[in-house]
């Protein structure tokens, strides 16, 4: 493809890409370097739709929007939901947001607007404004008559929302059920078990928890006065699902953002404050053992065995962290059953630091020609594992408690602690028994 | 409600339990404790039905499973879909596998066997056997009188699937387009654009790609001769999107698997193998401190700063593999801008490995009276920013080339080669330098 490009063959081009879904070449910008988009776009630009701008992340969105001819843009986003216009333009600057909401009908307009009145990361922002409702009281045949006249229905919807006369959602009637059941069915009657209502505010998280729990397919969003204002789709909460996954794995290994299009320059600031953070943690670490330099003058293996016992704590620490951030996040760790999961960690932590004690203790032994070190290493890392089994658990806790994402407790947290009791109780162990 | 359980009150028991969905019965049950879980089930088996099985975790489940009269469990299992059913008990151990199968209709239960008949972790597995389907040359009105008159629909259906006299699935048509469209209209002409068929030996990781990708609610699954067997819905490629979020996390913290519901001794061998991994790799890096025990016992400053320039490394890497494991996993690291991303890494490991060598340098300075550890603890951050910036990447992007999930290049494995690189490089160089 790249060749046409060069070879400024746009009919080529067009043979290439036009088979291909949005999502793929949206996929292609992405994966192409800069001046290669700029290339393409010049070859190609009339060819964009709004599909293919929702798909791309965000920086390289911006940058294509920016080489678009207004024309296309204004083209481009008039075919697409509200919802899915409001995510394109959410995260755009003001100047692109302006043009953007300027090509779309009035209409359409104040449906974005009011969205975007809606804090970031709400379940406001995530709805499509665009739903289809029926009075409670209406038969399948009503039901049906009304679809079959309606000038206009969104792209995607699964239910029929029933709504009583303030508007206030009611229940779901799904497609399958209205299709197969007869005219003079009442709709109430055939109304889903599972019915949840979302409120516009509450964060996109919640959502995700929500259909994921439920297995939703679609849910009505409702204001402070429980009346219908949009619906959530599946797909919607699927991607948030998706980032929330994305968030939880970069925050875990440190890192605030990143995506795989950013530069160098991008990368490099992403990633400097947690590594200064952690630089801290280290400095800290180091002047736990600067304490014990007299100790490690006398004896020079200390300082050969000193990391393996941090080391087994930062990785149990990890493992515990993991598996609470993950439990924190599925709402699978609560105040019923906290209390035995803090009993099962520090039964793990000390099953595993007897069994690496006994391991580490007599390799010590065999490795150097103080016996009595194995005995101190085995002690240590005893110490160290039960430390590493409460701090894996109670600082995601005690993040979630105070209302910060637990997934925060990033390695470099965890592994101060870890580091600290280890380094002090093993060398300050030696430091009583060996000398 | 545990009192309830304890006064052996079974009507306030109801009255708790009645109004609630199966998902949070099923939560209610994993969070108390095994003994409390026992007396609820003395209690109330008869109204667990296989909605709140499906949603139990694998090991609450058998233990469930084992107390239920058989009959309350033939009720459960005949109520549901084929693949809840195949969800259900394709962990279950044989005998509980014989006594569900044995209580379903015979057409059930071969579609059950013939799903579990397809590979672990395989669309066959994932996908539900009941299907909608009309001829490609059938009208609106014929598809509507179809449905109604049927005598049986699945609970679950968003698409009427078009196929061919040989049963191969052609287009989509979703149930809005038809309920919205005139009698007369072509159902192929209100297919949608985007189609996409999944082979039933597909992994599911690749099903779950494609419904994130594609934004699909449901997708026709077709075997080697590419006839329709069955199809695959959104909720079930969420829950699949989300087991390997799971799996991702737990991975890359060195867990091979773990749920909160496990118990002390299941999560002690749980994590030992891994933290016996990462014993061997500490003992290895211990190794290379061994080498310069000579000039520790000159410099002991040494033993103390060396921690930081590992420390450094380590999670350097782990930020650099949190994002290409990430970018794997969203096949959004490709062929075709591998180089680039390469050439980023090992740019921002420079960067801030300069950086960093001038913090740490100046505090070095500072700190001990020897003016030139603060060059070598510079020069040696450097040298492991930059062994990091490539190791946290191509360590999984090898994994990834030779079949392995590139998750397995756990922090365990990734720092190992900061931990070697960053002591050789420390201690090796104040050897040269400060002695």
């Known amino acids: 493809m790249l060749d046409a490009v060069e070879a400024k063959d746009t009919e080529r081009l067009n043979a290439l890409l036009e088979p291909l879904y949005s999502a793929d070449i949206a996929d292609l910008l992405e994966q192409i370097s800069a001046p290669e988009r700029r290339e393409l776009l010049r070859l190609w630009s009339r060819e964009i739709d709004g599909e293919i701008l929702s798909e791309l992340s965000e920086g390289i969105r911006e940058e294509v929007i920016e080489q678009l001819?207004?024309?296309?843009?204004?083209?481009?986003?008039?075919?697409?939901?509200?919802d899915d216009v409001v995510d394109l333009i959410e995260d755009l600057e003001e100047p692109h947001q302006e043009a953007i909401l300027e090509a779309l009908d009035v209409a359409d307009r104040v449906a974005v607007e009011q969205s975007l009145a809606y804090p970031d990361?709400?379940?406001g922002r995530l709805m499509q404004r665009e739903t289809v409702v029926a009075p409670e009281h209406w038969t399948v045949g009503e039901a049906i008559d009304y679809l079959r006249g309606a000038e206009w229905l969104p792209d995607q919807f699964y239910h029929v929302i029933l709504v009583d006369p303030r508007m206030r959602p009611l229940a779901n009637v799904t497609l399958g059920r209205i299709l197969s059941a007869k005219r003079s069915t009442k709709m109430r009657d055939i109304a889903e078990e599972i019915f949840r209502t979302?409120?516009?505010?509450?964060?996109e998280t919640e959502v995700a928890y929500l259909f994921?729990?439920?297995?939703?397919?679609?849910?009505?969003?409702?204001?402070d006065a429980d009346r219908l204002v949009g619906v959530i789709t599946i797909d919607d909460a699927m991607n948030v699902l998706d980032e929330e996954h994305e968030e939880d794995i970069l925050r875990l290994a440190g890192v605030g953002e990143g995506s795989?299009?950013?530069?160098?320059?991008?990368?490099?600031?992403?990633?400097?404050?947690?590594?200064f953070v952690n630089l801290l943690t280290a400095i800290l670490a180091s002047g736990v053992i600067s304490i014990f330099e007299g100790t490690i003058s006398k004896i020079v293996a200390l300082a050969v065995l000193m990391p393996i016992v941090a080391s087994q704590g930062g990785n149990a620490a990890t493992q515990g962290l993991a598996v609470a951030v993950r439990a924190l996040a599925t709402k699978s760790l609560t105040r019923s059953n906290v209390l035995r999961v803090i009993r099962r960690e520090i039964a793990q932590g000390v099953a595993n630091g007897v069994m690496f004690a006994l391991v580490m203790g007599v390799i010590a032994f065999f490795w150097f020609d103080r016996p009595m070190i194995g005995v101190v290493i085995g002690m240590a890392m005893i110490i160290n594992l039960f430390a590493a089994a409460l701090a894996g658990l109670l600082i995601p806790l005690g993040l979630e408690k105070m209302g910060f994402d637990p997934a925060l407790a990033s390695g470099a947290f965890v592994t101060t602690v870890t580091d600290v009791v280890g380094f002090f109780s093993f060398l300050g162990l030696a430091g009583l028994i060996l000398l």
């Open 121 to 123: 990361y709400s379940a």
């Open 260 to 275: 795989i299009t950013d530069n160098w320059i991008e990368v490099t600031k992403q990633r400097f404050p947690w590594l």
């Open 198 to 203: 979302i409120r516009a505010t509450e964060s």
């Open 69 to 82: 001819p207004p024309e296309v843009l204004s083209e481009a986003v008039r075919e697409l939901d509200s």
């Open 212 to 223: 994921n729990q439920y297995h939703l397919i679609s849910a009505p969003v409702v204001d």
